[in-house]
């Protein structure tokens, strides 16, 4: 009867213990809302500035911003708003990124009009998605999603060599590579002028 009733008591701990919910696990802010804390331009900009609870980065010059923090399996994601003064206006959202001084290398989640969401390999080769035969898919998946003269949230999943970017919830590149699996966030401004802005940038581990 003791043997019975510490077996009972077992299997029922176990049917608890598979009901139970995993601990939620914590993002990371990589923007405090305040400050520019955390971050390092690797060339000369016009403005790198905390206000109003926005990142914003003005740059007459091509130039990325640098995150100490460093990952390699996560998911990152931020809401982004682009000026629309300055026709073909070009940013990015860098992640995997390395190298100590300069334009780093890695890969970038493209954020402007015309291949928002595509993801392209700095130092890499150039475009990874959409790469040769996969343009039609791009197109299709990205059609509509961008509006310019809004907030446009993006979102990117890495899990060891595999690749994926969203554009306001929605899927649009898929890619595998490896040659940079572990790396620094980075945003980014083409140069010629205008501010992009950032707010709720942070990430989570996985």
């Known amino acids: 009867m003791k043997t019975l ?3 009972l008591s077992f299997f029922v701990s176990a049917i608890l213990s598979l009901g139970a919910k995993e601990p939620a ?3 990371i ?6 400050t520019t804390q955390g971050w390092t331009p690797r060339a000369k900009v016009e403005s790198f500035e905390a206000k109003d609870g926005e990142l914003r980065l003005f740059s007459k010059v091509n130039v990325w ?3 100490d923090l460093k990952m390699a399996d996560f998911e990152v994601e931020t809401e982004v ?3 629309l003064d300055y026709k073909g206006f070009n940013s990015g959202l860098g992640f995997r990124l390395v190298g100590d001084k300069g334009k780093p290398k890695g890969y970038q989640c493209e954020i402007d009009q015309s291949k928002p969401g595509a993801v392209y390999g700095i130092g890499m080769g150039g475009w990874l998605y959409p790469a040769k035969g996969k343009e039609a898919e791009y197109k299709e998946r990205a059609k509509g999603l961008f509006k310019p003269s809004e907030w446009n949230k993006f979102r990117v999943v890495c899990k060891g060599p595999s690749i994926k970017t969203f554009l306001n919830g929605k ?3 898929e890619v595998e590579h490896k040659q ?3 790396g620094s966030f980075g945003i980014q401004h083409h140069g ?3 501010t992009v802005a950032f707010r709720n940038l942070r990430a989570l581990k996985l």
Do not use: M, T, Y
């Open 29 to 34: 802010p990589l923007f405090d809302g305040k």
């Open 25 to 27: 696990k914590a993002w």
């Open 180 to 182: 940079s699996l572990k």
């Open 171 to 173: 899927l649009v590149a």
């Open 5 to 7: 009733s510490l077996s």
């Open 81 to 83: 708003k682009i000026p």
């Open 65 to 67: 911003v640098v995150s």
């Open 192 to 194: 010629k002028g205008g």
